[in-house]
């Protein structure tokens, strides 16, 4: 076996920092479970796999299956792969025996209680501690890196957006316009859409979480689009609403409501602000507005390897909670009519040192709005 090379500085930080928090746990090492999570520590890409974090040293081990082997080797060199060829609950007692580990933490947002059942009965004699890893909060602050690769998913998507708006006509249905928007991004050189584009016309727009459909559009449509693109893993978001030649009054008003909620939103955002007064500045104005009821959801969420990461913009926040530097967030307050139509406004910011940079830059401004 060929020696496996160093372990890169932006893992090996991402590494030390979990180990800081198995230590103080006072555990030997942690069990990992979720794809992300192992994506975040090891560059490791594939699914069905498990990590195995020992609390110090380099000896991160990955459990997985042949399937994966030539990835772990291509993705995660550095790492030491277990392939194996039994149930991953003996390969889990394989390791922890192998590694004389006497404390294992599992992370309680993750492994089921069925996965519980089975370790426990597989490493008996072994302490199994339920605990919650950290990882979501780490994961929160992203690195120069993390957010050079979301603003290159904010270029891909908004460009491939452009594309699509030059491509609409009265006929084309809500299926049709995701197909074409996709793939631009893909051509693009996304790795793929960021998560399932909502494309809603008219009434459908009414549905903060519609799925494209076969609903075509008409003369004077009012077209949501829900989108992001995935880049190197990382995804961002956005949100624009439409309409073909002319917009009823009423979704003027609408519209014009949502966007100084969004803009009131983002001028709140800086470091230390707290998550639910940055949520509290945009509702006032849909709520002053008179349209409180229409806005069900929160402001916004992180961003990154998921498309819904911490911190949570929201009235439902840690009371205590706040925005640090290298937080990126979405920002995206909506008015949702019931049989008529809804606007939402979304884009994505970063938390700097000093106050904050708006990564994506879609025209939004009600003349834009009218295509
Ligand atoms: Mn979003």
Redesign the pocket.
């Known amino acids: 076996m060929p020696r496996r090379p160093a372990t890169p500085d932006v893992l090996r930080q991402r590494i030390r920092d979990t180990q800081k928090r198995l230590r103080d746990a006072d555990v030997d090492a942690l069990l990992i479970t979720n794809a992300v999570d192992i994506r975040y520590l090891t560059g490791f890409v594939g699914e069905d796999s498990w990590l195995l974090v020992p609390a110090s040293g380099t000896g991160l081990i990955i459990l997985s299956d042949s399937r994966f082997t030539t990835q772990i080797q291509k993705e995660s060199p550095h790492s030491k792969a277990y392939i194996r060829t039994g149930a991953m609950g003996d390969a889990v007692a394989d390791v922890v025996k192998q590694k004389k580990i006497k404390t294992l933490a599992l992370p309680q947002d993750h492994v089921t209680l069925g996965q519980r059942k089975t370790l426990g009965k597989k490493l008996r004699g072994i302490k199994l501690k339920p605990i919650e890893d950290g990882m979501i909060q780490q994961r929160a602050v992203k690195t120069p890196d993390e957010v050079r690769n979301i603003v290159k998913a904010g270029r891909i998507q908004q460009e491939a957006f452009t594309d699509t708006l030059a491509y609409l006509e009265p006929g084309m249905s809500e299926s049709q316009i995701t197909a074409y928007l996709e793939y631009r991004m893909r051509e693009l050189g996304a790795d793929g859409p960021g998560f399932p584009s909502i494309v809603a016309a008219d009434s459908n727009a009414a549905l903060p979480h519609a799925i494209p459909g076969p609903r075509k559009l008409k003369k004077h449509s009012l077209l949501l689009v ?1 989108w992001g693109a995935c880049y190197k893993g990382y995804r961002s ?1 956005m ?1 624009r609403v439409v309409a073909l030649g002319k917009m009823s009054p009423k979704m003027r008003e609408v519209y014009q409501v949502v966007l100084d909620a969004q803009l009131a939103g983002i001028a709140a955002i800086r470091p230390g602000v707290l998550l639910r007064d940055v949520d509290a500045a945009a509702r006032k104005v849909i709520e002053d507005a008179g349209y409180g009821k229409q806005f069900g959801h929160g402001l ?2 992180g ?1 990154g390897y998921d ?2 990461e911490e911190p949570r913009l929201s009235a439902l926040a840690p009371e205590d909670g706040v925005l640090e530097p290298g937080h990126v967030v ?1 920002v ?1 307050p909506g008015i949702y009519l019931p049989g008529v139509g809804g606007v939402r406004i ?1 884009d994505d910011v970063l938390v700097t040192d000093r106050g904050k940079r708006v990564l994506t830059n879609l025209p939004k401004d009600l003349d834009s709005a009218i295509i």
Do not use: M, S
Request: glycine content about 10%.
């Open positions: 829900d978001d949100t916004g969420h961003i498309i819904h979405t995206e979304e």
